[in-house]
């Protein structure tokens, strides 16, 4: 018999930094990942899975909005009629580290009376039919320890393996051999070593993750579905959308798709001189997320000349040094003082961002790009 099994991972519902606010005050990135939910409810409409797997990270935090609590009810609610089973595991954002809370026990209790809705918070197995679904949930627990706790977890997970059953591995970790975006955070602030936990992932059929925003195959049985939306600068060209595995558990057999959905574009414009930003055309960035990256030295003219870009592009996002080709005259970037250039830096993000709940999250973003850039040029030079 055949099988199909969407996969859908890291949909982030409440997070907004790198967004907007629209003129009612909404932010642009949950338009955005509603339309992305949509265009998936479109594609299960279209497929009609037999299962549906959310591999992590439903929400940006352990303790989301009630608004955003009655969105994703209303989108899991809304497809118990277009499969037979939907299994939903919580990720690191979804899990927290000082308190005992998860943001899945709200959705748990909500499906409670779907019999074939299944929201695991910690390790277990769902059989459905010709299938064994063993799940690894990223839980309180495990944020509270190191990540030496989760190996653990996923190095016992075989002892879950039902025979004559096709298995499939469920987890939320990233994988040290894995393709990222340079500003993913990292769990626990490291990730799992891939010849630490292959040999306990080889023993089953599919091993179906969440936490690395770009999709891809690892080996010949893990895959990443990827966020559902770009959520960064650093996701610019990346193709979002979800998995369909269809599982042959007569032969074993097992082939994948990557179905594509439309996300709105985050694009980066780089400048040497102010006036070029003229030769761009607004239209050509309409319902994009701008950057502007100038090859200037000073806050001051960052303050300066962001409303003429917000004003000629209408949806510019942020203006900020391009530190890749900083320089000033008779001087290279490793004679500039960068400890000065780091603290206007931050001090910039911390005054365009005062008011973002993720504000701690874009001065480390800021940090970071600064250092590895300032890293960069040191070694060229």
Same mark, same amino acid.
């Given at each position: ?56 990270? !439903? ?9 955003? !609590? ?55 197995? !769902? ?156 239209? %050509? ?69 005062? %008011? ?11 940090? %970071? ?13």
């Amino acid at each position: 018999m055949i099988y199909k099994i969407l996969q859908i991972a890291d949909i982030h519902l409440g997070r907004t930094n790198h967004s907007l606010l629209d003129q009612d005050g909404y932010h642009t990135k949950q338009k955005d990942t509603e339309n992305a939910l949509q265009q998936i409810t479109e594609i299960i409409n279209e497929q009609e899975p037999d299962v549906i797997v959310v591999a992590g990270d !439903i929400f940006q935090i352990p303790k989301p909005s009630p608004i955003y !609590i009655s969105k994703i009810i209303e989108i899991l609610s809304s497809w118990k009629d277009k499969c037979f089973c939907l299994i939903a595991i919580s990720g690191n954002h979804d899990s927290s580290p000082s308190a005992v809370y998860n943001a899945l026990q709200p959705l748990k209790s909500a499906t409670k009376h779907i019999s074939h809705y299944h929201i695991a918070l910690e390790t277990c197995t !769902i059989p459905h039919q010709e299938l064994n679904f063993v799940c690894v949930p990223h839980n309180n627990e495990i944020r509270r320890k190191p990540a030496s706790t989760l190996i653990n977890f996923i190095n016992e997970s075989p002892n879950l393996l039902k025979e004559n059953l096709t298995n499939i591995f469920v987890s939320h970790f990233p994988i040290d051999v894995a393709t990222r975006f340079f500003d993913e955070s990292q769990l626990l602030g490291e990730d799992i070593q891939f010849k630490t936990i292959k040999k306990s992932l080889d023993v089953f059929d599919l091993c179906l993750l969440g936490d690395i925003h770009s999709h891809q195959k690892l080996g010949e049985n893990i895959f990443y579905s990827g966020s559902i939306i770009q959520n960064t600068f650093s996701e610019e060209g990346e193709e979002k959308g979800v998995y369909i595995h269809e599982v042959d558990t007569t032969d074993g057999t097992i082939e994948s798709k990557f179905h594509k959905i439309q996300s709105r574009q985050y694009k980066t414009i780089v400048l040497e001189n102010f006036e070029d930003y003229k030769e761009y055309s607004p239209d %050509d960035y309409r319902n994009s997320i701008i950057r502007i990256k100038l090859n200037i030295t000073g806050t001051e003219k960052l303050f300066d000349y962001e409303k003429k870009f917000k004003d000629h592009f209408s949806k510019s996002f942020m203006v900020l040094s391009d530190f890749s080709q900083l320089k000033q005259t008779g001087m290279t970037l490793k004679k500039v003082n960068s400890s000065n250039l780091m603290e206007a830096t931050l001090a910039w993000i911390k005054e365009v961002y005062k %008011d973002d709940p993720d504000l701690d999250f874009l001065l480390r973003e800021g940090k %970071d790009i600064l250092e590895k850039k300032i890293e960069e040029k040191q070694k060229d030079l």
